[in-house]
Every structure is written in structure tokens, then in C-alpha cells.
């Protein structure tokens, strides 16, 4: 079975970066894009960006323009966000999700990674 696997969180000052990766475990999987989303404590889980292994066409959250930036390395498998200017407002556990078509929901999900902004 394929897992997605989250790395690269952790604790920041507001103002820091940090990069996500998310990277497939297991068997070779057809994916058509992958998003980001995060989940606050009492909150829902929202929306953050996502990115099409094809064409590289990407959509953000409006929380996350000019901010983050969503990336992927076809060779690799592996898609990255980097987040600058960091706020305390995107602590989240930040998951990353797979979907198999353009209108298909997201079905295969990491585990997610913690990713604290302390002011």
C-alpha cells in the first residue's frame, strides 16, 4: 500500500522558513496532483496548495500567496512547500494528500508533520 511521507516541520520564530517535503513510501503510485493542507488545534483541516506532476500548475490558499511556494521533483517523487515569513497563525500539522484525476478527491494522505511559529 502507498504511504505518503511528511518531513520537515518543526519550531520557528515568526519571520523563519521552513520546507516540507512529502514523498511516497511503498509501490510506484499514479498520482495526478498533490496538495498541501493543515489542520489547527479546534479547527478544520483547510486547504494551503496544490501542484500537477505534469504541467507544474500550482493553486494556493489565499493565506498562502506570496509566501509558500509549492514545488515538485518528478525524478524524485517528492513535493515540497517552502514557507517564508512565517506567522504564528500557521502552526498547523501540515499534511500533504495525492489525488488520481483532475476531479477526484484526495484519497492517499501522509501522517503528517508539526510545524510550530512561536512569536
Known amino acids: 500500500q502507498v504511504q505518503l511521507v511528511e518531513s520537515g516541520g518543526g519550531l520557528v520564530q515568526a519571520g523563519g522558513s521552513l520546507r516540507l517535503s512529502c514523498a511516497p513510501s511503498g509501490r510506484t503510485f499514479g498520482s495526478y496532483a498533490m496538495g498541501w493542507f493543515r489542520q489547527a488545534p479546534g479547527k478544520e483541516r483547510e486547504f494551503v496548495a496544490s501542484?500537477?506532476?505534469?504541467?507544474?500548475?500550482?493553486g494556493y490558499a489565499d493565506s498562502a500567496k506570496g509566501r509558500f511556494t509549492i514545488s515538485r521533483d518528478n525524478v524524485k517523487n517528492t513535493v515540497y512547500l517552502q514557507m517564508d515569513s512565517l506567522k504564528p497563525e500557521d502552526t498547523a500539522v501540515y499534511y500533504c494528500?495525492?489525488?488520481?484525476?483532475?476531479?477526484?478527491?484526495?484519497?492517499?494522505w501522509g501522517q503528517g508533520t508539526q510545524v510550530t511559529v512561536s512569536s
Open positions: 501542484i500537477t506532476w505534469s504541467e507544474g500548475s500550482t
Open positions: 494528500a495525492s489525488k488520481r484525476t483532475a476531479v477526484s478527491k484526495y484519497n492517499t
